[in-house]
């Protein structure tokens, strides 16, 4: 016999034993599933989607013997699930029917050969057993349906005496165990709060006292910190039971500017409201609606609007240049590090980087309350590879004033369109350092890599290209003024092979500068100096190993700066 008088309980009210249920099943089952009857019958469905198929529960509140209408309204339940989903072809892997009278055996026999025949799939018909059980796992949501409204403020209260007890005083580990005792009575009174949701509570403390947001795995959709001091936070996370509970209790914030909002504030909530741009710092009036935390009334607060750590899995995305004929000419691949929407007017916002980084585009688009816009934004492009920004920057280059683009999912469909690129000083600067990186990288056994284009100068530029035409074959011819050569050993300096007109060779593996980065060129280049003379006053005889000898340049003297063709000798100078 049935320990609680279901029949009781359903003339108090029958719509309270059938949201009971569904409410202890979604506790039962986080996945299952609540969904609103189709018709006006009271009727509430569970369901489960399971590796087997679907777990169906049809509750009803019948808590007495079933008459004709009853019957029938079991009948046109049975028909409509039938009708609904096995006629379309899900897999049914059970199906239950719930009610608090438990049906005899001629009802059972009724229930198999009248309503359910056929079937194919496990039926089975639960009674008050079922009911009980429920109410035994989950006594506290028992209690709150069926106890009357004063029962939640008498737990809570029995337990807030237990929690506000005072902590005996004794050895700490005494101490503790008792704290511990308490704190387990609040964490029931929490528990009491919603049979939608947990409410988490407990405190952290911080290195240097900064915020702490939630970290990748903390479970939640709702988190409350206060600062406590000493670089510790009290905090409380609301975390959904079951996979329905914001559909059946949804939190939502309500956000308002403030009346005196100044032009940085409107213009935040402009874009977070048209395109999801993350926003620090805007006064707003915020109203929070919903859950265990919702309710009160409007205050006044700090807001700030940002992405998650976690980031998201997104497709890559394209950048192609598009002929005349509608083939495309060259494109690059982007890599996507937001995406983000309007809560306003379905606009969509990505922002992607190139594969070098040396460039990144915004792209807003599909709004119907703002305008579509790309905007191609460059960096610095610091430690990337020169060729790849060369290649990422030659696409850009290839569209010209008349030239159309597209920006697309990769090897897909086309989000957005444009016609030709505004030519950037920056652009060219960086094409010019990964050109000329680039080129000399097939000359040099270190691995280049792109420095900082903000430090890099004209002339350091200039000095760059020249190495680039020297390597590719085109010796360089100039005037010299000057060269101080350094003996090394004792021994004098033997001037005749100047008196008799030959020239001077100085090989070398030249290093240059771009910005405040050292290169060396590892492929060597010799620099020869012509009609070279001692400078006046020079007496080799009285010259000493560490003196210096100064040559100047005699009549048709030159430099010839060359690559050597048959140097194959690489490595460290």
């Not at 805007?282 to 750590?309: A, H, I, K």
């Not at 030709?420 to 680039?438: E, F, N, T």
């Not at 560490?546 to 100047?552: F, N, P, S, T």
């Amino acid at each position: 016999m049935s320990a609680i008088d279901w029949a009781v309980l359903g003339s108090v009210g029958g719509d309270g034993v059938e949201s009971f249920a569904a409410a202890c099943l979604r506790q039962r089952y986080p996945d299952a599933i609540q969904t609103r009857p189709a018709q006006g019958d009271g009727g509430i469905d569970v369901y489960r989607e399971t590796a087997e198929g679907l777990v169906v529960w049809q509750i009803k509140k019948f808590t007495t013997p079933l008459d004709a209408s009853q019957k029938r309204q079991i009948i046109r339940s049975w028909k409509r699930f039938w009708d609904t989903h096995v006629v379309t072809g899900a897999t049914i892997a059970r199906y239950h029917l719930a009610t608090p009278w438990t049906p005899t055996d001629p009802m059972q026999a009724w229930f198999k050969t009248k309503v359910v025949a056929g079937a194919g799939f496990p039926c089975q018909w639960d009674g008050a057993a079922f009911f009980d059980a429920l109410s035994a796992d989950y006594p506290a949501t028992y209690d709150r349906f069926f106890k009357g409204p004063d029962m939640l403020n008498n737990l809570v209260l029995a337990k807030a005496v237990l929690a506000g007890s005072p902590i005996e005083s004794g050895e700490p580990a005494t101490m503790l165990a008792a704290a511990r005792c308490r704190e387990d009575a609040v964490r029931t009174i929490r528990d009491l709060a919603s049979d939608t949701y947990y409410v988490n509570s407990g405190t952290v403390s911080t290195r240097d006292g900064s915020f702490p947001l939630p970290g990748p795995n903390d479970a939640g959709v709702a988190f409350r910190y206060e600062s406590l001091g000493d670089n510790r936070f009290r905090v409380e996370s609301v975390v959904p039971k079951t996979a329905q509970s914001l559909e059946l209790d949804p939190i939502q914030l309500e956000l308002r500017l403030q009346q005196d909002a100044d032009a940085r504030d409107m213009q935040s909530m402009q874009d977070w409201q048209a395109w999801g741009i993350p926003f620090t710092d805007v006064r707003l009036q915020v109203q929070r609606l919903g859950g265990p935390l919702g309710g009160g009334e409007p205050s006044d607060e700090l807001v700030s609007f940002v992405l998650s750590p976690a980031g998201g899995d997104y497709p890559n995305v394209e950048l192609r240049t598009v002929s005349a004929d509608g083939s495309f000419k060259d494109r690059v691949v982007l890599r996507p590090t937001e995406v983000t929407h309007g809560v306003a007017g379905d606009g969509l916002r990505i922002v992607a980087a190139s594969p070098s980084a040396v460039f990144g585009l915004e792209a807003r688009m599909g709004s119907s309350v703002q305008p579509d816009r790309t905007q191609i934004t460059f960096l610095c492009a610091a430690e990337a590879e020169p060729a790849l920004v060369q290649h990422d920057l030659a696409v850009l280059a290839a569209i010209g004033a008349a030239e159309t683009f597209e920006f697309a999912i990769e090897n897909g469909p086309a989000l957005a369109a444009g016609c030709g690129l505004p030519d950037a000083p920056i652009a060219r600067m960086l094409m010019r350092v990964a050109a000329g990186l680039a080129e000399l990288q097939h000359s040099s056994t270190a691995s280049f890599a792109m420095p900082d284009i903000a430090e890099v100068t004209h002339a350091q530029l200039e000095q760059l290209e020249r190495l680039v035409d020297i390597y590719r074959g085109n010796a360089v011819t100039t005037t010299w003024s000057r060269l101080v050569l350094t003996i090394t050993e004792d021994g004098g300096f033997d001037p005749t092979p100047i008196e008799l007109g030959h020239f001077l060779c100085v090989v070398e593996r030249p290093t240059f500068w771009p910005g405040s980065r050292e290169y060396q060129v590892t492929k060597r280049l010799a620099r020869t100096y012509t009609h070279t003379c001692l400078a006046a006053g020079v007496d080799p005889a009285l010259l000493r190993a560490g003196d210096e000898v100064e040559l100047v340049p005699g009549t048709g003297a030159q430099l010839v700066v060359a690559m050597i063709v048959d140097d194959n000798v690489v490595g460290a100078a």
